[in-house]
């Protein structure tokens, strides 16, 4: 019998997809962010481990376990939670790609070729951290690697605490913007915090990527969570879904064609993931970030 090694990449269909209808991001079971590229789809990447396992990390989660007990996205929503059992304690983890209320009252949004409608994406990513019960060494890094890991980031605090900090990098197209309520150092180019949750605490991180600050405290991070289920969950009732069995599959699969179309435009992305080879050393490496025609076609 041959002797396979389990490859440190995932599955591809174990990463969970999360979207604002502006840019997807891919999570892998670990908790990782391993693919997000910004401001827009078809932009360079922020975090690309699915390419390469040392480029960029973003992760908050158990400091010791990497297997969660469970994952599951919110009935209706693309809002991902995870559950971790730990030695001492349980965790529950939720992360999102805010959207919220139109916000462009006062001016008009360059990017928008379609009459606006009521929501519109954060430009955040939202995480937030609960323990139900026992005791959990939470972990929070982010490590970004600009322009496909090309650029480094640079790490600077904004504020006069621990809690807000930016990262640019040399000719990067995007700055990041963190905001967290723990204490966060820099370790090169990662910046990283851990802490002790007890039963009944909280905790969250955002990253965001524009003139919109993200949240300030839990409290703002968990509405803006909210409202992003409201959201989905909104958008998911103008749908048209049999009383059967498979009905959860098929609003799963709804949602998933909305989230790879992009708002301002109305165009569906092929795919979030780019240059993942059809076989190994091949050259057949499309990216599958832009609208195919044949590929619009079909899903229309």
């Known amino acids: ?60 989660g158990p400091a010791d376990v990497g297997v969660p007990a469970a994952r599951r996205y919110l009935p209706g929503s693309m809002v991902l939670e995870t559950t971790w059992k730990t030695r001492t304690g349980w965790l529950v983890v939720r992360d999102a790609l805010a959207i919220g209320p139109w916000h462009h009252d006062t001016e008009r949004a360059h990017r928008q070729r379609r009459a606006p409608g009521d929501w519109e994406a954060d430009h955040v990513f939202v995480r937030t951290a609960r323990c139900p ?56 180019p990662r910046a ?10 909280t905790a969250f991180v955002a990253l965001s990527w524009s003139e919109h600050e993200g949240p300030k405290n839990f409290h703002e991070a968990f509405e803006r969570m909210d409202r992003t289920s409201a959201y989905w969950r909104e958008w998911l009732s103008h749908g048209d879904f049999p009383d059967h069995p498979w009905r959860s ?7 998933t064609l909305k989230g790879l179309s992009y708002a301002p435009s109305g165009a569906i992305v092929s795919a979030p993931t780019t240059s993942l080879s059809r076989e190994n050393g091949g050259d057949r490496n499309y ?13 229309l």
């Open 192 to 201: 990283a915090a851990r802490t002790t949750l007890r039963k009944g605490d």
């Open 1 to 60: 019998m041959q002797n396979f090694e389990r490859s440190s990449y995932p599955p591809i269909a174990e990463y969970a997809f999360l979207s604002d209808c502006e840019v997807g991001a891919l999570v892998a079971p670990s908790g990782n962010v391993e693919w997000l590229c910004l401001p827009q789809f078809d932009s360079p990447s922020v975090f690309c481990p699915i390419l390469d396992r040392d480029v960029g990390r973003f992760r908050m």
């Open 133 to 188: 019960q026992g005791i959990v060494e939470l972990q929070l890094e982010c490590e970004p690697a600009f322009e496909y890991g090309l650029v480094p980031p640079e790490w600077s605090y904004t504020g006069s605490t621990y809690h807000e900090a930016r990262a640019t990098g040399r000719e990067a197209s995007v700055d990041l913007l963190l905001h967290t309520d723990l204490r966060i150092g820099f370790e090169g």
């Open 287 to 299: 990216t599958y970030r832009y609208s195919f025609m044949r590929d619009a076609a079909f899903t």
């Open 249 to 255: 599959v098929l609003e799963r699969s709804a949602l």
